[in-house]
């Protein structure tokens, strides 16, 4: 079975409860988590990668799971991700 390729925007609360909940789900792989800040600072199951190389995974990602702020990251992030990537927001 081939498995769905997931990545996280965002790696507060809501990112690592995500990262979480695919450790359950083995149909899910978690290709990476993006994040604004320094890669080697997060504790990530992935590997963590800077937001702005996150279109250099265009072709490697089937959903990208959006775990920004709702106030402000994810009305801005959302629109310009969703030109590139499959979306869904942490409050859908």
């Known amino acids: 079975m081939s498995q769905i390729k997931i990545g996280i925007v ?45 279109l250099t995974f265009k072709d490697k990602i089937d959903v990208l799971i959006l775990c920004g702020g709702s106030k402000s990251d994810i009305p801005k992030q959302g629109p310009v991700l969703a030109e590139h990537f499959n979306t869904v927001d942490a409050y859908d």
């Open 10 to 54: 965002g790696y507060g609360n809501l990112g690592r409860g995500v990262e979480t909940g695919l450790k359950n789900h083995p149909d899910m792989e978690l290709v990476g988590v993006f994040s604004r800040r320094d890669p080697k600072t997060l504790n990530t199951l992935a590997p963590a990668y800077l937001i702005d190389d996150i």
